[in-house]
T-cell receptor, first 114, second 109 residues
Framework: NAGVTQTPKFQVLKTGQSMTLQCAQDMNHEYMSWYRQDPGMGLRLIHYSVGAGITDQGEVPNGYNVSRSTTEDFPLRLLSAAPSQTSVYFC?????????????FGSGTRLTVV | KNEVEQSPQNLTAQEGEFITINCSYSVGISALHWLQQHPGGGIVSLFMLSSGKKKHGRLIATINIQEKHSSLHITASHPRDSAVYICAVIPNRDDKIIFGKGTRLHILP
């Protein structure tokens, strides 16, 4: 089925560990983005990409890295996990960020850092 | 100050009622999105608006660019409409999206 595939669905990390959240889409969307969702805060943009080879920071980029080597994949790397990174993470893609974009979201990753 | 404000934060209504959720924003925008997040956590895009009004089934979304305001209406509400509804805007000349904190809707049978 076409859409955004996000893995894993759940993850527990120890403080200081690193990991990569995977995000892949098969809709040939140019725009991909990562968000975190925390209680009372709503969704916040971490990083985004407007096409292969191009990435930029969102509202809360510290502690996260991204790369976009292909149109399909946009992994999010946690360099050294901290308890403050306990959250639900969503990946999304669209044709564009502006008027042409309708968003498709992945199913989310619930990350706990202990 | 939040750039995107939603009201109400929480809403409980009886099945069949007409529902209105409001979104006000403080920046010039190129587009506004309404999203629905189900109790299980999945997020679905309902509408993208840059002007006027859109309708899909029992859902209607309107936007007034001059007043920086959008509304999401649900007619003949049903318990399956229970979800969090999120407004998000794309500021002019920007690739970033800014979200409201959401409106939690609970429809009682």
């Amino acid at each position: 089925n076409a859409g955004v595939t996000q893995t894993p669905k759940f993850q527990v990390l120890k403080t200081g560990q690193s990991m990569t959240l995977q995000c892949a889409q098969d809709m040939n969307h140019e725009y991909m983005s990562w968000y975190r969702q925390d209680p009372g805060m709503g969704l916040r943009l971490i990083h985004y990409s407007v096409g292969a080879g191009i990435t930029d920071q969102g509202e809360v980029p510290n502690g996260y890295n991204v790369s976009r080597s292909t149109t399909e994949d946009f992994p999010l790397r946690l360099l050294s996990a901290a308890p403050s990174q306990t959250s639900v993470y969503f990946c999304a893609s669209s044709y564009g960020a502006g008027p042409v974009g309708g968003y498709t979201f992945g199913s989310g990753t619930r990350l706990t850092v202990v | 100050k939040n750039e995107v404000e939603q009201s109400p934060q929480n809403l409980t209504a009886q099945e069949g009622e007409f529902i209105t959720i409001n979104c006000s924003y403080s920046v010039g925008i190129s587009a506004l999105h309404w999203l629905q997040q189900h109790p299980g956590g999945g997020i679905v895009s309902l509408f993208m608006l840059s002007s006027g009004k859109k309708k899909h089934g029992r859902l209607i979304a309107t936007i007034n660019i001059q007043e920086k305001h959008s509304s999401l209406h649900i007619t003949a509400s049903h318990p399956r409409d229970s979800a969090v509804y999120i407004c998000a805007v794309i500021p002019n000349r920007d690739d970033k999206i800014i979200f409201g904190k959401g409106t939690r809707l609970h429809i009682l049978p």
